[in-house]
């Protein structure tokens, strides 16, 4: 109870510099340089969560989605995370997250376009000279946000649908009548991967001098049948020998689903449980302090060998952090080395 109490009116902003304290340790220690993807760049990998929902329980930042059938309001809270990582490395390095809350003074919900402008600006204000690759499902390929990444110096490559983007792929079409399409292939497993790429295709209609560069992969199986398929814009140009590897940086976009919102909610962490909602910031300040723990904990995954022995040994998270919780409540620890090293 006094910690709620403590940290209900706490601004989540100050909790920023926390992230940003244990990034420069990474950027001191090395730590992040394997973590290059191309070009000296990073990639940033961007998407939205909710982790509460409730009838009843609220607070004044609550996003409120009132059902059309029945009037009933349904309370939420979601945050646009944010992580660095690479599709050869395990680990992601969480950057702090973006709530999507209701905004001081705003009648009209918050939304994951609004808190990826907020996160993108403070993210190059907290990290100027960090060269990043921003990766971002279909709802972020339009024209404003792209203005926004190019303004910002950030490079991106965003996931890009026929259904949203027909202007684009008509162009697309255009280009193979004209010869401008490449197409290189090659064997997966059992299957084929073909890979077709265009450089310089306007994005739509409306923002016909913004150009962008297209790629679309497609993997078959062993008797024709699609199996997977993709298509991105960038602002990278491709080419033959870059090709293959900018489509590793898109389908890298999972690892923020599956390696991090997958792993918070699923794996010991309960990050959609209610530890406590508040009348204030409490639900937002619990998520952030979350996502910091899961930052420490991937770090230590990366960095420190007494805790890959300690994972190595337990075989799972889950019976990671029973272990540390029984350890807990029953010793006396002089530090978290001394837990570690008891186990």
Not at 236 to 250: E, K, Q
């Amino acid at each position: 109870t006094q910690m709620r109490e403590i940290l209900d009116p706490l601004d989540p902003e100050q909790l920023r510099a926390v992230y940003n304290d244990v990034f420069r340790e990474l950027q001191r220690g090395k730590v992040l340089e394997p973590l290059v993807f191309l070009e000296g760049c990073y990639l940033l990998l961007m998407d939205g969560t909710g982790y509460f929902s409730s009838q009843t329980i609220h607070c004044d930042s609550c996003l409120q989605k009132t059902s059309k059938k029945t009037g009933e309001v349904t309370y939420q809270h979601q945050l646009l995370g944010a992580v660095i990582a690479h599709p050869d490395h395990h680990e992601v390095i969480p950057l702090a997250p973006e709530p999507i809350v209701q905004q001081d003074g705003n009648t009209k919900n918050d939304c994951e376009r609004n808190a990826g402008k907020r996160l993108l600006r403070k993210i190059r204000k907290e990290h100027p000279r960090l060269k990043l690759i921003v990766v971002e499902d279909g709802l972020a390929s339009n024209a404003p946000h792209i203005r926004e990444l190019k303004k910002l110096h950030m490079h991106f490559i965003l996931g890009a649908k026929p259904g949203d983007h027909e202007f684009l792929f008509d162009q697309v079409i255009a280009a193979i009548d004209k010869d401008r399409v490449t197409t290189i292939s090659w064997k997966v497993g059992d299957g084929e991967a073909a890979l077709s790429f265009v450089n310089n295709v306007p994005l739509n209609e409306a923002n016909q001098e913004l150009l962008v560069n297209f790629f679309h992969y497609v993997e078959t199986g062993p008797d024709g049948e699609t199996r997977k398929v993709f298509t991105f814009v960038t602002d990278l140009r491709i080419t033959r020998s870059n090709a293959r590897l900018l489509v590793r940086g898109g389908r890298a976009r999972w690892k923020i689903e599956n390696e991090t919102f997958n792993t918070l909610k699923n794996q010991g962490y309960h990050y959609e449980h209610n530890y406590g909602h508040g009348k204030q910031h409490l639900s937002v300040v619990f998520a952030m302090l979350m996502m910091l723990a899961f930052l420490v904990d991937q770090v230590q995954q990366r960095c420190c060998p007494l805790f890959q022995a300690v994972a190595k040994k337990l075989g799972s998270k889950r019976a990671l952090w029973d272990n540390l919780r029984s350890h807990f409540r029953h010793f006396t620890f002089q530090s978290m080395l001394h837990l570690y090293e008891v186990i």
